[in-house]
C-alpha cells in the first residue's frame, strides 16, 4: 500500500536518480562534496534543496545530511527521510561510482548496483533505473 511517506520516499529517490545520470562530475567545491559545487553542478541531497537551505545566506553548506537536521536546516517534510537521503549521499560522496575518481561522469555499472541497494533497503521501485541507469551500460 502506498502512502504519503512511501510516495515522497520513491520521489526523492526518482528524482536524484534521473539528476544522477546527467552529472558530469561528482559535485564538489575546494576538494570536498557540497551541496552546490562549481559551474551549477549539485549533489544528489542537493537535488531536493534549495538555494537557500542548500547554502543559506551564501555560505557553503557541506557535511552529511544528519548534520542538516542538527542545525534545523532539513525541510520539516524531508526529516522523516533522512537515513534515505543519507544513503543517496554515501553513494554520491564514494569516489568509486564516478569516472576519472570524481572528476567525470557516474560510472553507470557501480552507480546502478548502490542504487539498487539502496532501493531494496528502503522497499522502492527501481523502474526509473531502466532508463537512466540501463543495466546494459
Not at 536518480?17 to 564538489?28: E, L, R, T
Not at 537535488?47 to 545566506?57: F, N
Not at 542538527?70 to 561510482?97: E, F, M
Amino acid at each position: 500500500m502506498t502512502t504519503p511517506l512511501t510516495a515522497l520516499a520513491q520521489g526523492i529517490y526518482d528524482i536524484i536518480v534521473g539528476k544522477a545520470a546527467k552529472m558530469p562530475s561528482q559535485c564538489s567545491r575546494y576538494g570536498s562534496c557540497s551541496y552546490r559545487g562549481a559551474n551549477g553542478n549539485v549533489c544528489f541531497v542537493g537535488h531536493v534543496l534549495s538555494d537557500d537551505q542548500a547554502e543559506p545566506d551564501g555560505k557553503l553548506i557541506a557535511g552529511p545530511v544528519e548534520d542538516l537536521v542538527q542545525q534545523g536546516r532539513l525541510p520539516d517534510y524531508l526529516i522523516p527521510h533522512v537515513k534515505l537521503l543519507g544513503a543517496l549521499q554515501r553513494i554520491h560522496d564514494d569516489r568509486s561510482n564516478w569516472t576519472a575518481f570524481g572528476s567525470g561522469p557516474p560510472d553507470m555499472r557501480n552507480m546502478r548496483t548502490r542504487l539498487i541497494s539502496v532501493a531494496s533497503q528502503f522497499a522502492l521501485n527501481t523502474r526509473v533505473l531502466d532508463e537512466h541507469f540501463p543495466a546494459t551500460a
